[in-house]
C-alpha cells in the first residue's frame, strides 16, 4: 500500500540527547514536510524540501535539522538546542508544485524527560 | 511569513444544523491552492475539500462547501447536515505554486452536540 510511515508511534528521550524522527513514503512525491503541533494548536512548518538534496526551513526550523538524500526518505533531527521539543510531530508529501494535497503520516509523539 | 488565519478556536453545532468555519490568509501571489483538513482524535489528518486559487467556482464535495472570495482572501467552510462524526479540529492551509511552501491555520475545533 501506498503510504507515508512515520516511526516511531511514541519516541521518549533524555533532555539533552538528539533524536532523529524517521518519515518514510512510497507515493513517488517530490515535496515533504515537517510540522510540529503543540496541545490544542496548529501545525507549525519546520522544515520543507522541493526536491532531493534540496530543503528550506520552515517557520519554526530553530533547534531542528533535516536531510534530503533519498526522494523516499526526509528524517528530522531534534538536537538539544532545541527548548522545547515534547510535542506531536507530523510528516507530509506532496507530488509538488502541483495542485494536489498533502498526504500525511500518523505522526510522532516525542517526549523529553 | 505569509500566514493563514482561524479566528474562531472553538465552534458548536447541533446535529443535522449547519456550521461555517471562517478563515483568511495572507499571499503575494496570483495562483496558490487552499484547502480544509480535519483532524479527528486519532490526530490522523484527513483532506475535507480543496480549492484552486485560479478557479471562481467554490468547490463542493457532498455536505462540505467553500465560499472562496479572493479578493477578500477569505476561505470559509460550510457544513451541512452535521454529522456527530464531523466533531474535529479544523484547519485552513493555503500552498504555494511555486515552492510548495504548505501553510496552516491554529484550527478550529468543531463540538457536533446531540
Known amino acids: 500500500d501506498g503510504g507515508i510511515t512515520q516511526s516511531p508511534k511514541y519516541l521518549f528521550r533524555k533532555e539533552g540527547q538528539n533524536v532523529t524522527l524517521s518519515c518514510e513514503q512510497n507515493?513517488?512525491?517530490?515535496?515533504m514536510y515537517w510540522y510540529r503541533q503543540d496541545p490544542g494548536q496548529g501545525l507549525r512548518l519546520i522544515y520543507y524540501?522541493?526536491?532531493?538534496?534540496?530543503?528550506q526551513k520552515g517557520d519554526i526550523a530553530e533547534g531542528y535539522s533535516v536531510s534530503r538524500e533519498k526522494k523516499e526518505s526526509f528524517p528530522l533531527t531534534v538536537t538539544s538546542a532545541q527548548k522545547n521539543p515534547t510535542a506531536f510531530y507530523l510528516c507530509?508529501?506532496?507530488?509538488?508544485?502541483?495542485?494536489?494535497?498533502?498526504?500525511f503520516g500518523q505522526g510522532t509523539r516525542l517526549t523529553v524527560v | 511569513a505569509q500566514t493563514v488565519t482561524q479566528s474562531q478556536p472553538e465552534m458548536s453545532v447541533q446535529e443535522a444544523e449547519t456550521v461555517t468555519l471562517s478563515c483568511t490568509y495572507d499571499?503575494?501571489?496570483?495562483?496558490?491552492?487552499l484547502f480544509w483538513y480535519k483532524q479527528p482524535p486519532s490526530r490522523q489528518m484527513i483532506l475535507v475539500i480543496r480549492?484552486?486559487?485560479?478557479?471562481?467556482q467554490n468547490a463542493t464535495e457532498n455536505r462540505f462547501s467553500v465560499n472562496f472570495q479572493k479578493a477578500a482572501k477569505s476561505f470559509s467552510l460550510k457544513i451541512s447536515d452535521s454529522q456527530l462524526g464531523d466533531a474535529a479540529m479544523y484547519f485552513c492551509?493555503?500552498?504555494?505554486?511555486?515552492?510548495?511552501?504548505?501553510?496552516f491555520g491554529e484550527g478550529t475545533q468543531l463540538t457536533v452536540n446531540p
Open positions: 507530509a508529501s506532496s507530488i509538488g508544485v502541483e495542485s494536489t494535497e498533502a498526504f
Open positions: 507515493l513517488n512525491h517530490d515535496a
Open positions: 480549492q484552486e486559487a485560479y478557479k471562481q
Open positions: 524540501s522541493q526536491i532531493v538534496n534540496d530543503f
Open positions: 492551509a493555503r500552498k504555494e505554486t511555486s515552492g510548495s511552501r504548505l501553510t
Open positions: 499571499t503575494s501571489e496570483s495562483d496558490y491552492y
